[in-house]
């Protein structure tokens, strides 16, 4: 069943009934302020950090679902109601909700009065906007009040749900505009320089600032008795749990609409200038609302709000033009044209940071998965892709090793979880080898960059890359094979972990250091960025280390195919005796998909039919219809050796769940095999847009990947956890438009080679690249899967297949022929 549908031209996904499978969200913000907001007006925001500058409460995992965000109720006469559905559940006469690029706008109408909400985060402003259009559409007068709620965080989420004896007594508010305008101060006095807003830019009848007085000690949100006494009681926090609303008392004559803008917001004074008056021997100084009067004066008026989502708008135009598509296949348009980078733009953002299912409070940015989203991102704003970059490899060890994981405020490494995933240290170098073909800066690589943040340490960034390919060389094992430490991309292939506590992380603890566990998959990672590191290294005139790299990965190739070759496909690991891990020979885990993508998109076997023979095995045994399973059999049972990939019930997660970031690997693989059908197929069975009509199964947003859908031995099989901040974002782009449309930046320009379905007669792609835009037409009327026959490039014949860098800001056309 459907719950929406695609608004193309407006790129928006429309829903069009609030009980959607899964609350169903958006990301509002593009740079320092962000809002998550379902379709139910749930969610929160915060500044910069999810877990420590959080200025609205969510209760996670709740029941009902969802509780908590920005909500407005409406008394129209007796009648009271929520517009955005929860918190009442109201029956609605009216309802929809388009989740835009970065706004979403719900609307709704009950007995003749239509509402409207359009919620955002302006450009360069620290706040969410709510512009609210209320419409009497019946034919009598009404007098109508609006109450609005949103709950504060005490600013640390973390702690704000767990230390209450501190917390409770707390909690400090100002209020100023008869209550239009509400101030959350929790520790302004002495230790935080910053304070929440929340206001409205018209006079109110009252306000509350006091949860308990709002709501009612025994309430829920579904029953506030302020707004079921019609009145507010002005109440001020002192302690407990401070709140934001505000009642403003509407007359709307038939037809009359009203506007009202609330603005929450994110408002930081210097050290010095925090006070706008200090009450002498008192707590109460009076807050300088300097910046918070700034913005309210700019977004006073209605108009001033829609000129805000204008230029929003706007902005999300220049983006998205810089790589659209058009092809008959409209699911696969709008999701490669529209969706999935906007996806890749959240994931580049928030890491993996917070979403529905990651809280905001645990994960920092990640060493392998910023440079992994880097590849979905860079061609829509390079020069952000430059700057984190080079905050990643400041995280990076002397000896190329790499913290895991960082903290965006700080930029420091988290010392919690450290190091010891020896596939991070390879990321970087494929991160900053799309970054230089996307940009053609080979200056990036003179950067001086600390290690482990320490300035003294400091060097140039291309000794970072020397260093992590290095690292992969000096931690081999047995086999030659590099040594997979704490885990490789497979968090959960714990090999030295031989973990039996409960509770004990499966990451940070080795129990048993073996020092011969090897993974296979970095040996591919390693082949696989090799050529790159090996170019960048020749046209820098680094000729000597050029050589030392090709030879070393011409042996880590040889090594894969003596010792990580099962015979029909490729091993995945040795365990810390020795033992295979992927292959025939085992019970269970006999086969993975990542050693098996990633090998062939490094075109090991090409030469030899290894590669064809291990992506006949995957799709002989991984597939499904709802895209490739991460191995098989599940494993059914627990393995100390094994780790946290046994722990999980089979078709969960990466014990045979279908784990979506490494499907596209094998799209990409097959494109190298040249088979665009099949290419094609596993594109599809996990990219949502073609499961919008299995929306009661799938559950989640049909716009967006998530990073796991339920494999075939689960008994919720096909439907899929964790959407949003996922790798399969930046993967599945780059699957899409550099592989199956084959539209590819390379050190010498953009290179053009499609591998697409025989039956797919032709598509367009518009591709701006290093300051010039490229037309470009692909004909496909000879019916193959891959090959050019020729490319001209305004008019004139092409030689080769690759669009130089013309850089001129000029439009240019290019016709393909395929044949
Ligand atoms: C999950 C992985 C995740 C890891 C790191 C594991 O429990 O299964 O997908 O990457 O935790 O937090
Ligand atoms: C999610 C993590 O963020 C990512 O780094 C990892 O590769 C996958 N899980 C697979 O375990």
């Given amino acids: 069943m459907q719950y929406g549908y695609f608004d193309d031209d407006a790129r928006e996904y429309v829903i069009t009934r609030p009980d959607t499978p899964y609350p169903w969200i958006n990301y509002l913000g593009s740079e320092d302020f962000y809002g998550l907001f379902s379709n139910t007006s749930g969610g929160y925001c915060f500044y910069r950090d999810a877990r420590l500058l959080r200025l609205i409460r969510y209760r996670y995992n709740n029941v009902p679902t969802d509780s908590g965000g920005r909500y407005f109720y409406i008394r129209d006469g007796g009648d009271i109601w929520t517009p955005s559905w929860m918190p009442m559940k109201s029956a609605l006469d009216r309802y929809e909700c388009r989740h835009g690029m970065g706004y979403s706008r719900i609307s709704s109408a009950r007995n003749g009065l239509a509402f409207s909400q359009t919620s955002f985060v302006p450009l360069k402003d620290n706040c969410e906007i709510h512009k609210i259009v209320l419409t009497n559409e019946s034919g009598a007068d009404k007098d109508v009040d609006v109450f609005s709620f949103i709950e504060f965080c005490l600013w640390n989420a973390n702690d704000d749900m767990t230390n209450f004896q501190r917390n409770f007594s707390i ?264 970054y230089i073909k996307e940009t053609g800066d080979f200056g990036i690589l003179d950067e001086k960059v600390p290690f482990d943040n320490k300035e003294e340490l400091a060097d140039s960034l291309f000794v970072h890359l020397k260093r992590s390919f290095d690292y992969t060389l000096t931690h081999t094992g047995p086999h030659g094979l590099p040594l997979i430490g704490r885990a490789d991309w497979n968090d959960c292939l714990n090999l030295n972990c031989f973990s039996k506590t409960p509770g004990e992380s499966f990451q940070t603890t080795a129990n048993f250091e073996s020092g011969v566990a090897e993974s296979v998959l970095i040996a591919a990672i390693f082949v696989f960025n090799g050529p790159d590191y090996i170019e960048i290294c020749r046209r820098t005139g680094r000729v000597e280390e050029a050589a030392y790299a090709a030879k070393a990965v011409a042996a880590m190739t040889e090594t894969i195919k003596t010792h990580g070759w099962d015979g029909n496909w490729f091993l995945r690991a040795y365990d810390a005796y020795g033992h295979k891990i992927g292959s025939h020979e085992c019970e269970d885990g006999q086969i993975y998909i990542e050693s098996n993508g990633f090998a062939v998109m490094a075109e090991i076997g090409l030469d030899d039919g290894r590669a064809l023979k291990a992506l006949d095995s995957v799709k002989d045994r991984l597939d499904t219809k709802y895209g490739i399973v991460l191995q098989q059999p599940a494993y059914k049972e627990y393995h100390l050796e094994l780790g946290e990939v046994s722990s999980y019930p089979p078709g969960y997660k990466e014990n045979a769940g279908i784990f979506c970031h490494n499907n596209p690997w094998v799209t990409i693989a097959e494109t190298k095999l040249g088979r665009g059908t099949r290419a094609f197929e596993t594109y599809t069975k996990i990219c949502p847009a073609y499961r919008e009509d299995d929306s009661d199964l799938r559950r989640l947003e049909p716009y967006v990947y998530a990073q796991m859908v339920a494999g075939k031995d689960a008994p919720r099989f096909g439907e899929a956890k964790n959407s949003w901040l996922t790798g399969t974002a930046a993967w599945t782009f780059v699957s899409i438009s550099q592989y199956i449309l084959g539209v590819r930046p390379v050190f010498d320009g953009l290179l053009i080679d499609p591998c697409i379905p025989a039956s797919m007669k032709g598509f367009s792609v518009i591709r701006h690249f290093q300051n010039a835009v490229y037309r470009i037409a692909v004909d496909n009327s000879a019916s193959v899967e891959k090959g050019v026959k020729s490319v001209t490039l305004d008019g004139k014949q092409l030689d080769g297949v690759v669009l130089p860098a013309l850089g001129d800001r000029k439009t240019h056309e290019v016709k393909v022929v395929m044949g």
């Fill in 171 to 434: 909690g400090e508010v100002e209020v100023e505009a008869g209550g239009a305008r509400i101030y959350h101060k929790t520790e302004y006095r002495e230790r935080r320089n910053h304070y929440a807003l929340w206001a409205v830019n018209v006079p109110v009848a009252g306000f509350d600032t006091d949860r308990q007085t709002f709501l009612g000690l025994y309430n829920g949100f579904d029953h506030p008795e302020a707004v079921f006494a019609g009145k507010a009681n002005n109440s001020v926090a002192s302690g407990w749990a401070p709140i934001g609303s505000h009642h403003i008392k509407a007359r709307l004559k038939p037809g009359e609409s009203k506007a009202l803008v609330f603005v929450l917001s994110y408002c930081e004074n210097p050290d010095d200038k925090k006070w706008e008056r200090v009450v002498p021997g008192g707590n109460h100084g009076v807050i300088n609302k300097a910046p918070a009067n700034a913005l309210l004066d700019k977004y006073g008026s209605p108009e001033a709000a829609d000129r805000a989502l204008a230029a929003l708008k706007d902005y999300w135009d220049a983006l998205l033009g810089r790589f659209s598509v058009q092809a008959e296949d409209k699911r696969m348009a709008r999701m490669a044209g529209v969706w999935n980078q906007y996806q890749c733009m959240v994931t580049f953002n928030m890491s993996r940071s917070a979403s529905y299912f990651e809280s905001g409070i645990g994960r920092g940015m990640g060493f392998r998965d910023s440079n992994q989203d880097l590849l979905g991102f860079v061609h829509l704003v390079p020069e952000r892709a430059r700057a984190r970059i080079l905050d990643i490899a400041a995280t990076q060890f002397p000896d190329g090793s790499a913290y895991h994981q960082y903290q965006p405020l700080t930029k420091r490494g988290n010392n919690e979880v450290g190091s010891g995933f020896n596939d991070d240290p390879l990321w970087l170098i494929c991160g900053v080898a799309a």
